[in-house]
T-cell receptor, first 115, second 114 residues
Framework: GAVVSQHPSWVICKSGTSVKIECRSL??????MFWYRQFPKQSLMLMAT?????????EQGVEKDKFLINHASLTLSTLTVTSAHPEDSSFYIC???????????FGPGTRLTVT | AQSVAQPEDQVNVAEGNPLTVKCTYS??????LFWYVQYPNRGLQFLLK??????LVKGSYGFEAEFNKSQTSFHLKKPSALVSDSALYFC????????????FGTGTRLQVFP
């Protein structure tokens, strides 16, 4: 139980284009989903927290107009990187938390490379 | 502000020996503590959590963690390490703000040698 998927697992895009990453909770309903960014050999940096049906809460320093987050249902959240630049290249990981419990369940991550 | 610290960047241990990965925390109030493991190019896997109750928490894959309030520590342990335990381990604490987010430590790389 508590499986979270991400799609795609890796993506290469050209500078200036937009990329959408999907995060799905497969066997539970996620009241809250989180989006993280991880640089090589570093810890996770929380980008934003989203609750179903409401606007995402972004961490300080994260550009909300660049990283668009939508949490349209209890099983799906999307992160869209708009007008991507090479410095946006990173490993993006989502997590989801259900109605009960405090632990988050993580997706396998999406590696984004912007050329 | 809530925080966790993992003082060791890397821990090396021989297969079959006991392992300990250290974590200390700083919170106001009662802490909610977690351990996660990350294998290369993968997301994090939940190992165990401490919310309340027994100070010794048992988790997945034979791991356990000991909550020590006086030392503000939550060290991860395993009696006998396996080569397959080699991975990146993260300690985390729940932020009691309205976002209810997790605050992660910097991670400790565990290397188990055959």
């Amino acid at each position: 139980g508590a499986v979270v998927s991400q799609h795609p697992s890796w993506v290469i895009c050209k500078s200036g284009t937009s990329v959408k990453i999907e995060c799905r909770s497969l066997d539970f309903q996620a009241t809250t989903m989180f989006w993280y960014r991880q640089f090589p050999k570093q810890s996770l940096m929380l980008m934003a927290t989203s609750n179903e049906g409401s606007k995402a809460t972004y961490e300080q320093g994260v550009e909300k107009d660049k990283f668009l987050i939508n949490h349209a249902s209890l099983t799906l959240s999307t992160l869209t990187v708009t007008s991507a630049h090479p410095e946006d290249s990173s490993f993006y990981i989502c997590s989801a938390r259900g109605f009960s419990g405090y632990e988050q369940y993580f997706g396998p991550g999406t590696r984004l490379t912007v050329t | 502000a809530q925080s966790v610290a993992q003082p060791e960047d890397q821990v090396n241990v021989a297969e079959g020996n006991p392992l300990t990965v250290k974590c200390t925390y700083s919170v106001s109030g009662n802490p909610y503590l977690f351990w996660y493991v990350q294998y290369p190019n993968r997301g994090l896997q939940f190992l165990l959590k401490y919310i309340t109750g027994d100070n010794l928490v048992k988790g997945s894959y034979g791991f356990e963690a000991e909550f020590n309030k006086s030392q503000t520590s939550f060290h991860l342990k395993k009696p006998s390490a396996l080569v397959s335990d080699s991975a990146l381990y993260f300690c985390a604490v729940r932020d009691m703000s309205y976002t209810d987010k997790l605050i992660f430590g910097t991670g400790t790389r565990l290397q188990v040698f055959p």
